[in-house]
């Protein structure tokens, strides 16, 4: 295979944004893009970024704005303000891609062409295969694909190194080598300089293996893409801050493409901003099919999945329970902590909320009573004994998150008498006179 353009990416009348690093592979596309200039009448552009990481950095800068020069091409540069307060290769990406788009919107351009070629795929799946990723990550890097409003290009995917290098010695290209290249300490390097040429050796056709495997991800990826979007538009209803879907039809699909959904469904909720590891979609999957009809994961401080029997709630908002205890002496109205009210007469009240009869012959074994949240453990009198108040719940089919909000009331003998809201109360008209107790929630 000759070294070339991948005539599919490159139309006429393209308004191309180049990024020109200086070194090889993007001086050899920057000069193929101008060859092809006038017979597609194409508009070329480049757009580089000093990251002010090297000493060479400077130079470079001005090397690359030189040789725009010489191929009439405008050059737009940007140096990098760099303060340490993020993962540098995280930062320094993004800001480039940020840069890349502008200069794409204030020239007009429909492209943004980066210079990744085939050895660069190599390493790419290789090292992503090793980490771990998720499925459309073991492709690799795409040839084309859109960034807001603006395509990428890769035109030198399917081109190999050896042949890039070919191209330079032919055209006698200028470049500048990084001196960063050749460090082990970067893990693509090391992957560069002795896992592929190991590779090499057992096949040096090893290039086009690497790209079947890529096509075949691709490929299917696309099946399970429209797969996974029909389900979520037909069966995932989302709000702000959640994603509530039946598990009955969560379980029913294939599984490969239930993993999709998960990740399409926390992209949507967090914007992006959450990267699930394969355990991560293990464990909702594992919820997704547990015995258990109610339970709750909890993945980092935003974002947590809810079980509630028939339906799987994906949440960014994660409320915990209010802990809470306050006394209650006599008759009166008394404000509690987590914003209801409980309200004690001797006469039937006419103020809306929850309500109970107590009755009692000797007020020392009601007041003082206690109002405070639910504990685990609780305990309450039923026919025949007691039982854990949370195994009650679960009889009920209570919803887990309204459990951890739920109050108990408590007697001056340390027994509870109710759970405001349920029907769980030992309370029996045995006693000779009634109070009257009604709990008013907070708006």
Not at 211 to 230: K, N, P
Request: charged share 25%; with cysteine; proline share 2%.
């Amino acid at each position: 295979m000759m070294a070339g353009l991948t005539s599919k990416l490159i139309e006429k009348n393209d308004i191309i944004v180049v990024a020109v690093s200086g070194g090889i592979d993007s001086m050899v596309l920057l000069d193929m893009l101008c060859q092809k200039r006038d017979a597609l009448h194409l508009s070329v552009v480049v757009a580089h970024v000093n990251h002010r990481m090297r000493l060479e950095s400077e130079e470079e800068y001005a090397f690359v704005a030189e040789k725009c020069q010489s191929y009439n091409v405008a050059f737009y540069g940007m140096i990098l303000d760099y303060q340490g307060e993020d993962n540098f290769h995280n930062y320094s990406r993004n800001k480039r891609y940020q840069f890349f788009y502008e200069i794409a919107k204030k020239v007009h351009a429909n492209k943004i062409a980066l210079a990744h070629h085939a050895d660069d795929q190599a390493e790419t799946i290789l090292m992503r295969l090793v980490r771990g990723s998720g499925f459309i990550g073991y492709a690799g890097i795409s040839e084309r694909l859109a960034y807001r409003d603006i395509e990428i290009i890769r035109p030198l995917l399917h081109t190999t190194r050896s042949e890039i290098e070919l191209y330079q010695t032919k055209h006698k290209i200028i470049f500048r080598q990084d001196s960063s290249n050749l460090l082990d300490k970067y893990t693509r390097n090391r992957f560069r300089h002795h896992i592929l040429p190991l590779i090499e050796q057992e096949n040096p056709l090893y290039h086009e293996k690497f790209d079947q495997f890529a096509t075949y991800i691709t490929e299917t990826y696309a099946l399970i893409s429209r797969l996974s979007t029909a389900f979520i538009d037909a069966s995932v209803t989302f709000a702000l801050d959640k994603a509530v879907v039946s598990v009955t039809a969560f379980t029913a699909l294939d599984r490969a493409v239930t993993r999709d959904v998960i990740k399409r469904i926390v992209d949507r909720l967090t914007l992006d901003g959450f990267e699930l590891s394969f355990a991560n979609i293990e464990s909702i999957l594992g919820l997704a099919i547990s015995d258990k009809p109610n339970a709750r994961l909890i993945l980092n401080k935003n974002l947590c999945i809810v079980r509630k029997y028939n339906l799987i709630s994906f949440e960014t908002i994660i409320t915990e329970a209010f802990a809470f205890s306050q006394e209650i002496p006599t008759f009166g109205t008394y404000p509690l902590p987590n914003g209801d009210m409980v309200v004690i007469t001797e006469k039937r009240s006419d103020i809306d909320g929850i309500s109970i009869e107590l009755w009692y012959n000797n007020l020392r074994f009601i007041f003082p009573m206690t109002f405070r949240s639910r504990h685990d453990g609780d305990r309450i009198k039923i026919i025949g004994g007691t039982k854990k108040i949370s195994e009650l719940l679960i009889d009920m089919k209570i919803p887990f998150e309204e459990r951890n909000h739920l109050a108990v009331g408590i007697t001056a003998q340390a027994e509870i008498f109710w759970v405001p809201g349920l029907k769980i109360s030992p309370v029996t008209k045995t006693g000779k006179q009634v109070i009257y107790l009604t709990y008013v929630k907070g708006k």
